[in-house]
């Protein structure tokens, strides 16, 4: 298949142009991803979440940066599931990052999606595999932390930074996204202002009360420089870094990894079954334009959801197999 | 169908039973639900929610008390998601309401599930047309507030009622519950105490702040007096008992019941569909010691989710016509 060579050599507009169609849901991208599967799993993936303001992209620059130091190659993946409207914010981190735009080697794209909901996540994983069969050695997710969703598109990552800056009720965002759950390292940003220090007791004090188990990796909270001196906020981003490789050790010691893995491809198998079995027969009923009368059947109380259930089951196999 | 009959009469220990089968995931309980389903949506359902300990269920006495000086029947099902080492907690919950326990118009009922995860949402769902049939007038769900399965179950309510106390660090509890955005009526228990009125305030400024829709309903939040003095208590949660009845209106008048209701229909008839078509499937693989394999040949890189999730399902219908 064409498309799926020119991808594994890293061609960039392929490459784009296949998260495009993933972002439309283009019934073509699926076999291109299966073609592409095989070459996944190399990567590892980092997840960077926190409020809109607290300094992702400046960060996520620097972490580029630091890796690319290393001579790793990146790909970066900014999501944004909170409106349609912030197309424009998006542009706004991509600007930010464009000192590695001449660089071949760093690949940075945003994603978004104009379908279903609760898609989001699995174009978040298919974009992943996308970046992870062109041969990045490290994948970056950005995404706004707040809600349930990004949770769930966080969970794609194998190590989790939140980034917090103190004096935007952070804490509270935090918590409210279910965040202080999944965060592996908290980053808190200009942490020489005021209130930095007591924002890092607060997260540290969260931390403590919900940690149960003892054997298992304690969250790190870190401070890191004003970015007024970029050499400094450099230095500061490089001990995230670190961390984070510290993280990935730890997981691989653990037999963590692996089991992350596993989980993530059974559900990703689940998923794909669910889609090819169940979703012919919605699509089905939506088209005929069915579901609104089955509804109406219900509310009028004229039959129940599981005998009606049953009836369009068997009048859709019916139909299917005698074709 | 004489089960389905009993329980249209109101017969408490069939209802009982079929409760537990719901928990069991019984296969015939499916069928008596049908059954009753052309006689449910009559009653009104009440969420009631909050941390352990912040009296929800000396507060739910209360309601029931309420409810019964106006001859209404009430049901009340008491959930608890969190551990299945709690049961001792419910007991203690149920004799906290056992002044009721001699009313025939009182069914209180505890409910868990020892089957697959995500399925207490749908059991709850399935209880309360249990309750429904039975002919309460009034249903009142229990759930401790501190997780996403919680906001589910609490989502089958018409009106949330959210249960705070000071010095609990309730407010972060509820934020991170994700319960300040689906409580219509938030009730500070020991309202006389140091701490209340901070609450209060707190409270009413995450509301303000996370409110986008000014025409609509506006939660309120009430303290209630100490339990000290029963009586001035009892006055307390009856005006709480007034303030739902008052959202119920609002419901009705601005046609956002019916809506919801629409909206649960529909996610009733989408969750008995999957089941129906989809469950078979995985349970078909997982009897057959599939899924390892499947999960090992994915790992392995040997297939990917797609190509394999198409071949099982090819697999599966085959042979399902073939007998």
Redesign the interface.
């Known amino acids: 298949m064409e498309k799926a060579r020119r991808i594994l050599q890293g061609d960039i507009r392929t490459a784009s142009h296949l998260i495009r169609d993933i972002e439309d849901n283009v019934p073509e991208a ?2 291109i ?3 592409l ?5 190399k990567a590892y993936v980092i997840g960077v979440t926190g409020s809109p303001g607290a300094g992702k992209s400046t960060i996520i620059d620097c972490i580029i940066e630091s890796y690319r130091s290393m001579s790793k190659s990146v790909g970066v993946l900014l999501v944004d599931p909170t409106s349609p409207f912030t197309g424009g914010a998006i542009l706004g981190d991509r600007i930010r990052m464009q000192r590695h735009i001449g660089d071949k080697e760093v690949f940075v794209r945003s994603l978004a999606t104009r379908g279903a909901l609760g898609g989001l996540s699995k174009a978040v994983g298919d974009a992943i595999h996308i970046l992870d069969a062109m041969g990045k050695d490290v994948i970056i997710i950005e995404t706004v932390g707040t809600g ?1 969703q990004e949770v769930e598109i966080i969970n794609h990552a194998h190590t989790v930074v939140v980034v917090l800056v103190p004096g935007m009720g952070d804490e ?1 965002q935090a ?2 996204a ?1 965040i202080m759950e999944i965060g592996d390292i908290f980053v808190i940003n200009k942490g020489d202002t005021r209130g930095a220090s007591k924002l890092s007791s607060e997260i540290q004090g ?1 931390l403590e009360l919900s940690s149960c188990h003892p054997e298992s990796w304690h969250p790190h909270v870190m401070r890191i420089e004003s970015m007024d001196e970029p050499e400094r906020f450099q230095e500061s981003v490089n001990r995230v870094v670190t961390k984070i490789t510290e993280h990935m050790s730890y997981l691989i010691e653990q037999n963590l990894l692996k089991e992350r ?2 989980r993530k ?2 559900n ?11 979703e012919p ?2 699509d089905h009923i939506i088209r005929k334009g069915e ?1 609104d009368k ?2 109406d059947r ?2 009028k ?2 039959t ?7 009836e ?2 068997r009048e859709y ?1 019916q139909n299917h ?1 005698d074709k």
């Open positions: 699926k076999s991803i299966s073609h599967f095989p070459h996944t799993g349930q509270i918590i409210k279910g969260i893995i596993r491809t059974v990703e198998f689940v998923d794909a079954l669910k889609s090819v079995i169940f027969v919605m579901l089955i509804v219900l509310m109380k004229e129940d959801p599981y005998s009606c259930a049953e369009v089951a196999f197999n």
